[in-house]
């Protein structure tokens, strides 16, 4: 159970207070990217009429994610908020798999990239909206339907960030668990192969997908 509780960490001191970085989250964290950049390349370097599997797949998420943020957006907003929904759907998609490829871990089993980036998508949502409602519609529609629920309401966004985070967060640590366990259990056998399979492509896919639709719908909640 080491590998769950040793963490490498890097301490740095600044002006008195010590920061401490979590080295294995941060370079899996550029191997992502590292791996989004050599796709795009991949992607865009012979566009053609016949085009290769790189190009499809980019194509294919291009196609997917612009139809999705331009029915929650419309068009104007769109144009402006597709790339972040595309790129922030592939670097957790990335980040999910990258447990499946032995001596890799996934940088979205560390709580600090679920939470950071739950933090980006609820200033990016409300940013928009105070941008396109003006700051003064902006309050006044935290003391709907009367003033007394103000702070409940303030509590309700708060928890946005908590919630989509940890959801995250639980779901890949917990694949991390029991995959662990169970390898234990019977040597490593049949079975852990398996189950990191199912966690890695299955629900890694499928809690990109809901981690990127939910900041999109709390964008389009501020914005419309």
Same mark, same amino acid.
């Given at each position: 159970?080491?590998?769950?509780? $040793? ?6 001191? *600044?002006?008195? @207070? =010590? ?31 016949? %085009?290769?599997? *790189?190009?499809?797949?980019? $194509? ?22 597709? +790339?972040? @929904? ?19 871990? $996934? %940088?979205?089993?560390? /709580? =600090?990239? %679920? ?18 409602? #003006? ?9 709907? +339907? ?5 702070? /409940? ?38 079975? %852990? ?10 629900? #890694?896919? @499928? ?6 639709? /939910? ?10």
């Amino acid at each position: 159970m080491d590998e769950l509780t $040793e963490i490498p960490q890097m301490t740095l001191e *600044f002006f008195g @207070i =010590n920061l401490v970085f979590n080295t294995q989250t941060i370079l899996m964290t550029w191997v992502v990217m590292a791996a989004l950049i050599g796709f795009g390349f991949l992607a865009t370097k012979k566009i053609g009429f016949l %085009p290769n599997p *790189f190009q499809v797949v980019g $194509e294919l998420l291009v196609t997917v994610f612009q139809g999705l943020t331009l029915d929650a957006l419309g068009e104007d907003l769109a144009k402006k908020y597709f +790339p972040l @929904i595309c790129g922030l759907f592939m670097f957790l998609l990335l980040s999910n798999w990258l447990g499946i490829i032995p001596e890799l871990s $996934e %940088p979205t089993k560390d /709580l =600090n990239t %679920p939470l950071g980036l739950g933090i980006m998508g609820f200033c990016i949502a409300h940013y928009s909206g105070i941008k396109a409602k #003006g700051f003064k519609a902006y309050v006044k529609g935290y003391t709907e +339907p009367i003033i007394f629920l103000a702070p /409940l309401n303030v509590i309700g966004e708060i928890s946005k960030v908590i919630s989509i985070s940890f959801r995250l967060f639980g779901n890949i640590m917990g694949g991390a668990i029991i995959i662990l366990v169970v390898s234990h259990l019977v040597y490593s056998l049949i079975l %852990p192969p398996a189950l990191n399979l199912f966690f890695g492509l299955f629900v #890694g896919t @499928i809690q990109a997908f809901v981690f990127t639709m /939910l900041t999109l719908v709390y964008i389009s909640v501020q914005v419309n």
